[in-house]
């Protein structure tokens, strides 16, 4: 690799860490309040908090690094092309061609690291992600101990707890269970325990009232109790049979038998292909950022008012591409023999990209095709 282009790409790659870096942070903050409101509030600790950020940080990372990528190319060339680097390269007889060569080795870079993220690291976070819900969601102690606030770990049953004293104890507490569509019980009780046995999770009400309301001839009976128990992990259990996720596979695990993913994810084969071919085509995409962020900068030349028309028209040109690529998915999810147009806005982008590149490298072709054109 020549001098010049171990310089240009550590440029790039530094600025590319940087933008990265303030790209994850920004989004992070945002996700952060939300989650931390939400875990908190539901009993858990920072640790879970902190896991949970952990988890959600490769998704995070890959959403961010074409932009990152983008902005990084546009941020160098603009500055070798104020300070006239790139100018006093093409004078000596650099082509774009060559300038091109640095950009074209980063862009490659990220799209590794990218390829890595979509197809392993993403989804084995995402999968760990769910089985964590999972068990914060059965975990009933902690969904039930917050105090004055009408809970609802489910939408048949509604729990409320006046204040929890320091050693545990639950004091006037109220439970509404709708489970029977045909009876709904309501118990409550002055105070009541929470008592753990292995997996199961069992309330102690102690001098309380149990009203049960038959809804067909809308009879009333009550019965007061000194104490009553069951077992209230049976409210929280779901009898939703556990479907695959096909975002929670790795790509290896794509690449099976589609027909039983489509039977045990409950996804179409087109799906199954769009999910596939997104994480193969969005990788390649952030190669074709980094080339038009630098052809777009390297043909507007040198402009004493700076290359914000340049920097815009690159940034149209890859909201352009974007909004095909969704466009196309969809496309691709009715119909899975459709998938070779999850690479078409690469392709685009390759092909405007080796377009610029050829007027940068000849810039009178139309002043030289207008005189062929007037002698003949």
């Known amino acids: 690799m020549a001098k010049f282009d171990r310089y240009m790409l550590s440029q790039l790659l530094v600025l590319f860490g940087f933008f990265a870096l ?4 920004i989004f992070w903050i945002n996700r952060a309040v939300v989650l931390f409101d939400r875990l908190i509030g539901d009993g858990q600790n920072a640790l879970v908090f902190l896991e949970f950020t952990a988890l959600g940080l490769p998704k995070l990372i890959a959403t961010v690094l074409p932009i990152a ?3 990084a190319c546009v941020y160098v060339t603009n500055r070798m092309t104020s300070d006239s680097e ?3 390269l093409q004078a000596t007889g650099a082509s774009p061609w060559k300038l091109a060569r640095p950009v074209l080795v980063f862009g490659l870079c990220v799209t590794l690291g990218m390829a890595t993220l979509s197809n392993l690291l993403v989804p084995m976070a995402q999968e760990q992600l769910r089985e964590r819900e999972r068990d914060i969601a059965q975990n009933v102690t902690a969904r039930l101990l917050t105090e004055g606030t009408f809970l609802h770990p489910t939408e048949q049953v509604t729990f409320y707890t006046r204040v929890i004293d320091d050693d545990g104890v639950l004091r006037d507490v109220f439970l509404s269970d709708r489970r029977n569509p045909d009876e709904g019980i309501i118990y409550t009780a002055a105070e009541a325990y929470l008592v753990r046995n292995d997996e199961a999770t069992t309330l102690i009400m102690v001098d309380g009232l149990a009203q049960r309301l038959e809804r067909d001839g809308l009879r009333l009976a009550t019965a007061k109790f000194a104490d009553f128990s069951f077992d209230i992990s049976t409210l929280m259990r779901s009898n939703e049979v556990a479907m695959v996720r096909i975002n929670d596979l790795t790509t290896p695990a794509l690449l099976g038998s589609w027909r039983t993913l489509e039977e045990q994810s409950g996804r179409s084969a087109g799906a199954i292909a769009e999910e596939l ?8 995409f952030c190669t074709i950022a980094a080339l038009i962020g630098f052809t777009t900068l390297l043909i507007g030349g040198f402009s004493r008012f700076g290359v914000w028309r340049e920097i815009v028209m690159a940034f149209g040109l890859l909201i352009l591409l974007d909004g095909l690529r969704g466009t196309l998915s969809s496309t691709v999810v009715d119909n899975a023999a459709l998938w070779p147009l999850m690479y078409l806005p690469s392709v ?4 405007i990209a080796t377009l610029m590149l050829l007027h940068a490298a000849n810039p009178g072709w139309r002043a030289r ?8």
């Open 277 to 284: 071919h997104t994480r193969i085509a969005q990788p390649l």
């Open 86 to 88: 790139l100018t006093v």
């Open 369 to 376: 095709f207008k005189r062929q054109a007037v002698t003949a």
């Open 22 to 25: 303030v790209l994850v942070a």
């Open 69 to 71: 990528t983008f902005a």
């Open 348 to 351: 685009l982008g390759a092909a």
